[in-house]
């Protein structure tokens, strides 16, 4: 089964709008992080937002937001007031257990687009 | 300071050959991670070094070995390439953060074509 499942292949925003991009999730394990990643087309990996699951409230940083849902297993990222500099993909990925060293485990990704 | 360094940023290489991609961590970081990337596809984790040990392995073959050296960086050996070893290879370090979690960082990755 899918660990991390991103059902929105792209995504259309307006400059200024918000967007949510999808993301649920599947473990057994009680203790595990899920981030959220941005890769522009040059490749590298930009760390974005982490949620631990023992973590009360939602995660925000800046214009990123997570909405935490955990019963439901999902793990949704809010973009604010997005900016043409937003559209990349974004990928959502797990890491399982209380060790910070496992492995992260990615979801296919969405690819965002901001227009003018 | 810089952040993870990696070379070379693309090659190519022919099928059966062998090929050795290279990770500089960020300063103080002593974990690396590969991952495999494929086109339209997320990352796949290849294996972990640390301590100079392979700690964590992803369902990768044997033909996919890596070694990781004192001062922490890292290389990843892939040998009798084939056509479905093309992707981006990306490797990451980690290190326990202010914010109380392992932070990875990604370098801008290796581009492989086989051919």
């Known amino acids: 089964a899918q660990k991390i499942t991103q059902t929105q292949p792209g995504m259309f925003v307006q400059e200024k709008e918000a967007v949510t991009l999808d993301c649920t999730y599947d473990?057994?394990?009680?203790?595990?992080?899920l981030f959220w990643y941005k890769q522009p087309s040059s490749g590298e990996m930009i760390f974005l937002i982490y949620q631990g699951s023992y973590d009360q409230q939602n995660a925000t940083e800046g214009r990123y937001s997570l909405n935490f849902q955990k019963a439901r297993k999902s793990a949704n990222l809010v973009i604010s007031a997005s900016q043409l500099g937003d559209s990349a993909m974004y990928f959502c990925a797990m890491r399982e257990g209380g060790s910070g060293r496992r492995a992260l485990t990615f979801g296919s990704g969405t690819r965002l687009q901001v227009q003018p | 300071d810089a952040g993870v360094t990696q070379s070379p940023t693309h090659l190519i290489k022919t099928r059966g050959q062998q090929v050795t991609l290279r990770c500089s961590p960020k300063?103080?970081?002593?974990?690396v991670s590969w991952y495999q990337q494929a086109l339209g596809q997320g990352p796949q984790f290849i294996f972990q070094?640390?301590?100079?040990?392979?700690?964590q392995r992803g369902n990768f073959p044997d033909r996919f070995s890596g070694h990781q050296f004192p001062n922490y960086s890292s290389e990843l050996n892939v040998n009798a390439l084939l056509l479905g070893d093309s992707a981006l290879y990306l490797c990451a370090s980690s290190l326990l953060g202010t914010s109380g979690i392992y932070e990875q960082y990604f370098g801008p990755g290796t581009r492989l074509t086989v051919t």
């Open positions: 070094y640390y301590e100079e040990e392979e700690r």
């Open positions: 300063s103080g970081h002593d974990t």
């Open positions: 473990t057994s394990d009680p203790s595990y992080g």
